[in-house]
């Protein structure tokens, strides 16, 4: 069965520090790969996507970039942290092919301070 | 463009309640839909989904039919438990929008024993 994992669970991070989040899918091969946030109370805004190694596509324009060095692995980064950027970080991924279905992973919560 | 409309919560009940969630979408083509819930703490998972008009989709008491005529998938139960707390996301994916999920702002359900 497939499995998808992220961390870590929490993060508290003070402004201006750099960020790195990984997520890791296990069960399945060529995944398309999302990256997720949701504010507090809000609903989901999508971060980015990929659809194979190398190959990431940004939605919304901000201080977060996203890298699949594998075919498994999807990381999120940042070079410095804003206040803003605290919210609940979800990754998920999709079947390539039949992308309709998402799987998503437990979460990282962040909290710049 | 695509978009998801649902009701705003927070929507309170007593445990054995009937439950109604209401959702509208807008589409350009013949998406997908489907309600996602996220218990606290989680990452969201898929509750049930439906891929054509008429269709009806349902898992664990829940119950939504896909309204082509009134572009809707509202979402109900006849009988809720103090478990059905969560929130709960309406989304399409269509596959003129890239097979994308676009997610409503979600509905946060507390139910009362």
């Known amino acids: 069965s497939q499995t998808i994992h992220q961390w870590p669970a929490t993060l508290v991070q003070p402004v201006g520090s750099p960020l790195s989040l990984e997520c890791t899918v296990e069960?399945?091969?060529?995944?398309?790969l999302y990256w997720y946030r949701q504010a507090a109370g809000r609903g989901l805004q999508l971060l980015f996507y990929?659809?194979?190694?190398?190959?990431i596509s940004s939605e919304v324009p901000q201080n977060l970039s996203a890298s699949r060095p594998q075919d498994r692995q999807f990381i999120l980064s940042s070079k410095k942290l804003l206040l803003s950027d605290s919210g609940f970080y979800l990754c998920?991924?999709?079947?390539?092919?039949?992308?309709?279905?998402?799987?998503f992973g437990p979460g990282t919560r962040l909290l710049v301070l | 463009g695509n978009s998801v409309t649902q009701m705003e919560g927070p929507v309170t009940l007593s445990e054995e309640a009937f439950l109604t969630i209401n959702c509208t979408y807008t589409?350009?083509?013949?998406?997908?839909l489907f309600w996602y819930v996220q218990y606290p703490g989680e990452g969201l998972q898929l509750l049930l989904k439906?891929?054509?008009?008429?269709d009806k989709g349902s898992n664990k008491g829940f119950e939504a039919t896909y309204r082509k005529e009134t572009t809707s998938f509202h979402l109900e139960k006849g009988s809720v438990q103090v478990s059905d707390s969560a929130v709960y996301f309406c989304?399409?994916?269509?596959?003129?929008?890239?097979?994308?999920?676009?997610f409503g702002a979600g509905t946060r359900l507390f139910v009362k024993a």
């Open positions: 998920a991924w999709s079947v390539r092919g039949a992308q309709e279905t998402q799987y």
């Open positions: 069960g399945t091969s060529n995944p398309n």
């Open positions: 990929s659809v194979g190694i190398g190959q």
């Open positions: 589409a350009t083509g013949y998406p997908s």
């Open positions: 439906a891929t054509k008009a008429d």
């Open positions: 989304a399409l994916s269509d596959r003129t929008g890239g097979f994308k999920t676009i």
